[in-house]
């Protein structure tokens, strides 16, 4: 069954603090792997594009890798800010006419 | 402006009524999808369309309709509101569909809650 997981449910960290969050599935065939993230009371919002021949990607403080091999995906959030707060989401694409969505994990950031 | 705008933002009905929930986008985009949300499940896909004249039924279809009035318009009906849909809906466009690397971009979402 093609499943996206992640973990862990819920974080708690300090401002200033470097994450890592992860996502782990069993989909198969791989097409690419997406992370978002929701702020509350908003939609999703794209940070990461990850394709089967890329291992890391940046963007600003965020860094997503990706290893194919394992089925597993980090997103890696590097001295945190209060406005990182929210619930970041995995998405793999099997195939062109399908995506399977994590159930998020949700980050808290505290001064 | 948001580019991808959804009405209401928030609905408490009644079981049994009729709910339509409206989606527009300033993007430009030829797909159109609906999503729901609930606590502790993915976004689960209900219909999308690839144009004006495309609908498909997504893995949770069932006591859901839709319409795509333009490019620019889909809107999402409940006939017969039931409690267990109640959730967050979400209205998400793209650029060419799944069949590529384009993110697909989201409206802030309706909660809808059935009594």
């Known amino acids: 069954k093609n499943q996206v997981e992640q973990s862990p449910q819920s974080l708690i960290i300090l401002e200033g603090k470097n994450c890592t969050l992860q996502?782990?599935?069993?989909?198969?065939?791989?097409?690419?792997l997406r992370w978002y993230k929701q702020d509350t009371g908003r939609g999703p919002v794209s940070l990461t594009i990850?394709?089967?021949?890329?291992n890391t990607k940046s963007n600003g403080r965020y860094t997503a890798t990706l290893d194919a091999d394992t089925k597993q995906s980090s997103l890696h959030i590097t001295a945190s800010q209060l406005s990182d707060s929210a619930s970041y989401i995995c998405v793999v694409r099997p195939t062109p006419d399908k995506l399977i969505f994590g159930t998020g994990t949700r980050l808290q950031v505290f001064p | 402006d948001a580019d991808v705008t959804q009405t209401p933002r928030n609905r408490i009905t009644k079981t049994g009524k009729r709910i339509m929930l409206e989606c527009s986008q300033t993007?430009?985009?030829?797909?159109m999808y609906w999503y729901r949300q609930d606590p502790g499940l993915g976004l689960r896909l209900i219909y999308y369309?690839?144009?004006?004249?495309?609908?498909n039924k997504g893995e949770i279809s069932d006591g859901y309709s839709v319409s795509r009035q333009a490019q620019a318009k889909f809107s999402l009906s409940l006939e017969s509101a039931i409690p267990n849909q109640t959730a967050l809906y979400f209205c998400?466009?793209?650029?060419?569909?799944?069949?590529?690397?384009?993110?697909?971009?989201f409206g802030d979402g309706t909660r809808l809650s059935i009594l």
């Open positions: 998400a466009t793209s650029d060419s569909g799944f069949a590529s690397g384009q993110p697909q971009h």
């Open positions: 993007k430009g985009h030829d797909r």
């Open positions: 996502c782990n599935y069993t989909v198969s065939p791989f097409s690419n």
């Open positions: 990850m394709t089967f021949s890329e």
């Open positions: 369309s690839f144009d004006v004249k495309d609908i």
